[in-house]
């Protein structure tokens, strides 16, 4: 009989998980993380706050954090980087970045953020997730169930088929008010653009103020039927 290949045993405790952590809490979700996967996980942070980042130190203090470095943020995004660099020392931030230069992509393509921002998601953090994402057993996301209806049903630990290994989302359940509420007791870090009232921050050319009453991820890709970059959906 052929041994499961890692791929296999991977889902196997995706699936076993998922039912098991169903109603945990963060802290017990990235304990498990860590108990499981030991130095084989990564939490990607799109340093709009160090919400995950703070709850996963709890747990693996050096742990691996990954930036989507696609040439394109706001100079706050990447201000809110370099400071949780100094503030959490032994985390090793993960930068990733795309094949080609922001440069070169507009040299041989023009603006695709303008006239094809899927394929513009795809080449710039698309691909280099799963470049990184193919080194690690398990990753954890900040996503949660509020930020938009399409992700109204973000299980707390899933089976990620398209990059092949475990996905963890501990905060999923997690309301504004709860989330918030972690920010000030906690004095975490967090972009100055979300104080300017952006709830959700991109690419600084797809991301804009959501208008008063729309869900926080309306404010990318504003106009567009886009809602995803294609990392999570």
Same mark, same amino acid.
């Given at each position: 009989?052929?041994a499961?290949?890692?791929?296999?045993?991977?889902?196997?405790?995706?699936?076993?998980?998922?039912?098991?952590?169903?109603d945990?809490?963060?802290?017990e979700?990235?304990? *498990?993380?860590?108990?499981?996967?030991g130095?084989?996980?990564?939490?990607?942070?799109?340093?709009?706050?160090?919400?995950l980042i703070?709850?996963?130190?709890?747990?693996?203090?050096?742990?691996?954090?990954?930036?989507?470095?696609?040439?394109?943020?706001?100079?706050?995004?990447?201000?809110?980087?370099d400071?949780?660099?100094?503030?959490?020392?032994e985390?090793?931030?993960?930068?990733?970045?795309?094949?080609?230069?922001?440069?070169?992509?507009?040299?041989?393509?023009?603006?695709? @953020?303008k006239?094809?921002? @899927?394929? %513009? %998601?795809?080449?710039?953090?698309?691909?280099?997730?799963?470049?990184?994402?193919?080194?690690?057993?398990a990753?954890?996301?900040?996503?949660?169930?509020?930020?938009?209806?399409?992700?109204?049903n973000?299980?707390?630990?899933? *089976?990620?088929?398209? @990059?092949?290994?475990?996905?963890?989302?501990p905060?999923a359940?997690?309301?504004?008010?709860?989330?918030?509420?972690y920010?000030?007791e906690?004095?975490?870090?967090?972009?100055?653009?979300?104080q300017?009232?952006?709830?959700?921050?991109? %690419?600084?050319?797809?991301?804009?103020?959501?208008?008063?009453?729309?869900?926080?991820?309306?404010?990318?890709?504003?106009?567009?039927?886009?809602?995803?970059?294609?990392?999570?959906?």
């Amino acid at each position: 009989m052929t041994a499961p290949t890692r791929v296999e045993e991977l889902k196997v405790i995706a699936e076993a998980a998922s039912v098991e952590l169903a109603d945990a809490t963060a802290e017990e979700a990235l304990a *498990w993380v860590a108990r499981t996967f030991g130095d084989s996980w990564i939490v990607a942070s799109n340093m709009q706050d160090a919400v995950l980042i703070d709850l996963a130190t709890k747990v693996k203090p050096d742990v691996d954090v990954l930036f989507l470095e696609t040439g394109y943020h706001f100079a706050e995004t990447i201000g809110t980087r370099d400071a949780v660099d100094l503030v959490y020392p032994e985390v090793r931030i993960v930068n990733a970045a795309a094949e080609q230069s922001v440069a070169d992509q507009e040299a041989q393509f023009g603006l695709l @953020n303008k006239t094809d921002p @899927n394929r %513009c %998601c795809h080449l710039r953090k698309v691909i280099p997730l799963q470049r990184t994402l193919a080194n690690y057993d398990a990753w954890v996301t900040g996503v949660r169930r509020v930020d938009a209806p399409t992700r109204a049903n973000t299980p707390i630990v899933q *089976w990620d088929e398209r @990059n092949g290994l475990v996905k963890v989302n501990p905060i999923a359940p997690w309301s504004d008010e709860r989330f918030n509420a972690y920010i000030a007791e906690h004095g975490i870090l967090e972009n100055p653009l979300v104080q300017e009232g952006y709830l959700s921050i991109g %690419c600084a050319p797809c991301t804009s103020k959501p208008l008063p009453g729309q869900d926080p991820r309306s404010g990318r890709w504003a106009g567009t039927s886009k809602t995803e970059c294609g990392l999570h959906g």
